[in-house]
């Protein structure tokens, strides 16, 4: 994955970055648009009025549904590039190291003591919660197992990773073989990945956290195309890499375990859309992370939309749906453009 | 034995001196619900039914089951599938239960009786207005029963319209504007994951949306999903139940009973 350098032109980021931002708003306005309910963005012009229902599905129901996809699929679209650069490996995504097990052990042990509550408002973020307070252990936990001397070497963090993620899974299995059959149902539906229903302050809150930590991997955005090059070359270069390591590492980490706390695990996404992303624009990460955020968000509100729609009203589970477009989608790039990719 | 439903239908008959071992998923009868666990109805234990040293399993038609059923019957141990998921199956199986035992009358006489305890539901109900109602199941993911789900049936029975009937399958995925839209009249939620307190008659998650009708006439009801989502030999009960839940005038109002954790009496009923 080595960059081959090309002057990035402030006309090109502005181009690039105005087309994708503008295929995202169109992604939410069609997200916001069709439903199973029969009410659509048109009805807000002048001269319809809407009744109770009708503002409800769009402003309570779609509205909240889309803005939370389009956070996720950018949050594990970032996540997913910085730990492919920080691990120097295409095939790393967001769950690779350890923390969405992490994420997912306490979402599930939360569903397992009950202390997910049907009444609605500050109860039912109890479980995200739990799950968030997961993924801040396991983070802790890898960082110091994967710490030697005061330096986070990069094979033991992924090692760690992917033996607690291992470890989670056995953990995880144990619950389900003791859980009855309701909160099995439960368990199966959380760890399967789905766009969350969340109230407007969860989403702001949400909200504000993905974007910080996105902006923070942004601004590293030099610091990768150094890293690119491998720990040494980038230290020649002058990148402090101990710090631009364990930053990575922690920030990717925090976007991957809040967006599996409240999405859990939507696959698929934060693997195969950073590379899709290369392939259309090219590896310099000073466009490719604001890239990764606003493309990653498209993919899933339009992944979540055909979910709703196929089938509609009954829907399908998200993950399915984003694997079902974005495998073919893949493929298709990789044959027609994987010369310029340079595989 | 191995499912909760043939457990009540052995209740029923008379049977249960004779049970060794249960299921993994319950409820069960008081008197049997300290026996050893044989596994669950997906995966029954072999090494757990030969140490009992049972001579005959009876479990659910699961198809994840079947190896497991063959390789018993291998050893000698028979196997009885019976279809307890289904409301024609409940029927079909305490038949073949009444002639397996030699309990052919008894066998009749109850399912005569949860037959016209059912068509008794069915004529109170056949003139009343069709009330919209939707069953949940699971949420967030919101999960409901849909056509071909014996909850349907029930509704149907009971003076209801599902309005989840457009759904492909039984138990499906659903989208909640297509729920809002409907505007149900009665909300029947089973998705409280065994927390006790929370069910009864109450608004929960629902009184957010103040237009449905269902929240607007207080007719939001948190129920113990054993109470009417299993199958089986308490059928009429559920029948009743749902009665209550859609037309309380003509029923009666449902009671504490009705929200409480479904325990099972001996003869396997649920009072």
């Known amino acids: ?343 | 034995m191995l499912s909760p439903a043939i457990g009540e239908m052995l209740g029923a008959l008379g049977l249960l001196d004779r049970v060794v071992g249960i299921g993994q998923f319950g409820p069960w009868p008081g008197t049997i619900a300290r026996l050893p666990v044989v596994g669950g109805y997906n995966d029954p234990n072999i090494e757990q039914v030969l140490t009992l040293d049972a001579d005959l399993v009876l479990n659910a038609d699961s198809q994840a089951a079947m190896s497991a059923h063959r390789r018993l019957r291998a050893m000698g141990i028979e196997v009885m599938a019976l279809d307890s998921a289904t409301y024609e199956g409940v029927f079909r199986s305490l038949k073949i239960l009444g002639e397996k035992f030699d309990r052919r009358t008894a066998a009749e006489r109850i399912t005569a009786r949860i037959r016209g305890q059912i068509a008794e539901v069915g004529r109170l109900a056949k003139h009343l207005d069709k009330k919209r109602v939707v069953f949940v199941v699971g949420r967030d993911p919101i999960y409901v029963a849909g056509p071909g789900s014996h909850v349907d049936r029930l509704i149907r029975l009971a003076g209801g319209e599902n309005v989840a009937g457009d759904m492909i399958a039984p138990y499906r995925q659903i989208s909640l504007e297509a729920i809002l839209e409907r505007r149900p009249e009665v909300i029947i939620d089973s998705s409280d994951n065994g927390r006790d307190a929370l069910r009864g008659r109450h608004h929960g998650a629902w009184g957010q949306w103040l237009f449905l009708p269902a929240v607007r006439d207080n007719r939001v009801y948190w129920i113990d999903p054993s109470q009417l989502v299993i199958p089986g030999i308490r059928l009429a009960h559920m029948a009743r139940l749902m009665g209550k839940l859609i037309h309380p005038k003509v029923f009666g109002e449902p009671d504490a009973q009705d929200f409480e954790k479904l325990t099972i009496a001996d003869d396997g009923t649920s009072r």
């Not at chain 1, 330096?151 to 144990?174: K, P, Q």
């Not at chain 1, 090219?282 to 729609?309: K, S």
């Not at chain 1, 073919?328 to 990719?341: A, Q």
């Open chain 1, 1 to 343: 994955m080595a960059l081959r350098d090309r002057p990035l032109s402030a006309n090109r980021v502005a181009i690039i970055t105005l087309w994708l931002l503008t295929a995202l708003v169109i992604c939410l306005c069609l997200g916001i648009s069709f439903g199973a309910g029969h009410v659509a963005l048109t009805d807000l012009l002048p001269g319809n009025s809407l009744n109770s229902v009708e503002r409800a599905i769009l402003y309570e129901v779609r509205l909240p549904r889309v803005l939370i996809a389009g956070l996720l699929g950018g949050a594990l679209t970032v996540a997913g590039v910085v730990f492919q650069a920080l691990l120097r490996n295409p095939l790393a995504d967001p769950y690779v190291l350890g923390v969405s097990g992490g994420a997912s052990i306490g979402g599930v042990v939360a569903i397992t003591l009950g202390l997910g509550t049907v009444a609605g408002g500050l109860g039912s973020m109890i479980v995200p919660a739990c799950a968030f307070l997961g993924a801040l252990g396991t983070l802790l936990l890898i960082e110091m197992i994967a710490t030697v001397d005061g330096r986070l070497t990069v094979y033991t963090v992924l090692l760690t990773g992917v033996i607690f993620n291992a470890f989670a899974a056995a953990l995880i299995y144990f619950i389900q073989s003791i859980a009855s059959l309701q909160q099995l149902h439960e368990i199966v539906f959380y760890l399967m990945g789905r766009i969350p229903s969340l109230g407007h302050e969860a989403l702001g809150v949400f909200a504000i956290a993905i974007l910080l930590g996105t902006g923070a991997l942004v601004a590293m955005s030099r610091d990768y195309n150094a890293l690119s090059l491998g720990e040494e070359g980038a230290m020649h270069l002058g990148v402090d890499v101990e710090r631009v390591k364990r930053r990575t590492f922690i920030l990717g980490s925090l976007l991957t375990g809040l967006s599996v706390a409240m999405g859990g695990l939507i696959g698929f996404v934060g693997l195969v859309v950073p590379h899709m992303l290369r392939m259309m624009i090219g590896p310099d990460h000073r466009i490719l992370l604001p890239a990764a955020f606003l493309g990653g968000g498209a993919f899933l509100v339009l992944a979540d939309l055909f979910a709703r729609l196929v089938l509609a009203p009954n829907e399908l589970p998200v993950g399915v749906v984003t694997a079902l477009i974005g495998g073919p989608f893949f493929l298709y790039l990789l044959r027609t453009r994987s010369r310029i990719y340079g595989i």
